[in-house]
């Protein structure tokens, strides 16, 4: 049903910058830092910087790995918790730079640009806010202003940043320093040093999806309570303050539901706010001698693919390289891996064939616009119109792996609810029931045989507008 509430929630629209960051999909994690050597997870600030030496690094090989998964983006840890920097930066003595790595000539954050510029792969830095290293941390406006200039040598001499990551992790414990991070400060210098770049979990662009397992919600909304924003950093405040109303303005970035209308319609104030899966291909984010043959499998791994990158939000797989400053075989293998399968499962798109009807368009917003996989044309029903039938037929028989559709996110995210039916003998045959579909949903159809396909858009927030639709040949090993 059209209802005339759900206007409001159509308003919410995403950012240019935003949009680059939801298309960029798939994209690596690499962990790597003093705890390499340590075989810690987290350091404890005091490590030598004598123990890092990565003596057969080599970031192209880590680029190619990346790229042959599939990813198009890779986010460097430039500095963990421990504050050991893996670039020369000027205002600390914890750097590589005091490392025998290059006779403390080298520059890993360099060395990872450029590899990422040569083989076309965004670059994104990690930079943590909880520094167990440095003697300014929780002396407030110092830190801060060393923050910010850690901050602007990676912003100003790396080139273009596609992510800046900060991390909400603190473990000080009620004993130990606090530092209140002056966040709006942070967020004004990467504005202004690079304007395109998406900050993510504690931060206002990309949301943290609540765990890091992989697991993703069923439905995944873009559009979410302003208060939902920098949950992590509220969440933490909120422990500090007695102030009942900033309390009340947390909202668990773990809650099951973050964007139903039920939770809009008594919020003010709406954004988007997109989500981010962020796991590991091992146990840990760091490499351990001992999780070499803990890499997670293929299955797994396409698994957590599927449900977020299409499942409306994003898919940050950690890979960490070795003490060599190699990533392993074994993780190598396994990215190469996901290449091929993802290759095959989307090379061959059967709507070339097809023909397209839908029981209801918009004059000038016919269904055929979502043949073609941008935003410069969509389909949508007539005007009031909440739900939509759209049939895809074929003259023959054709098997039919993973369908994938897409909303012009240009103008929100508005489908509550769809299904995907067969034709068979004696009528339509429900095979795929879906929430939400935002900027992608698969929907893994494993091999089925049919000639005539049917998706009903059930529910909408308003009209539904859809901006590509795509039916793929099943995978032949799956005959
Ligand atoms: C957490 C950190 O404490 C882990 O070490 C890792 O960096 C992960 C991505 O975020 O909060």
Redesign the pocket.
Known sequence: MYLKNDERLVQITPHKRQIAHQSTEFYS?V?FTVNTFTDR??GDGKESPKIFNPARLDAEQWVRAVKSAGMKGLIL?CK??DGFCLWPSKHTKHTIEYSPYKQGKGDIVKETADACRKYGIKFGV?L?PWDMNNELYGRGKEYDDFFINQLTELLTNYGEIFSVWF???CGEGPNGKKQYYDWERYYARIRELQPDACISVCGPDIRWCGN?AGHTRKAEWSVVPERAKDSEIIAEKSQQTDDAEFRQRKVDARDSDLGSREILKNENALIWYPAEV?TSIRPG??WHESENDKVRSLDELINIYYNSVGGNATFLL?IPPTKDGLFHENDVKRLSEIGEYLDKAFKENLTATATLTADSMEKGFDIENALSDNYDSYYTPEKEKSNAEIIISWQENQNIGNIVLKENILNSQRVEEFSVDIMEEDGWKEVYKGTVIGYKRIVPLKNITASRIRIRIKDSRCEPQLSFIAVYKAVQEEN
């Open positions: 994690f962990h997870e987290w840890t963990h918790h990690y943590s991390d909400g992790a890091e962020n984010w760091f950690n």
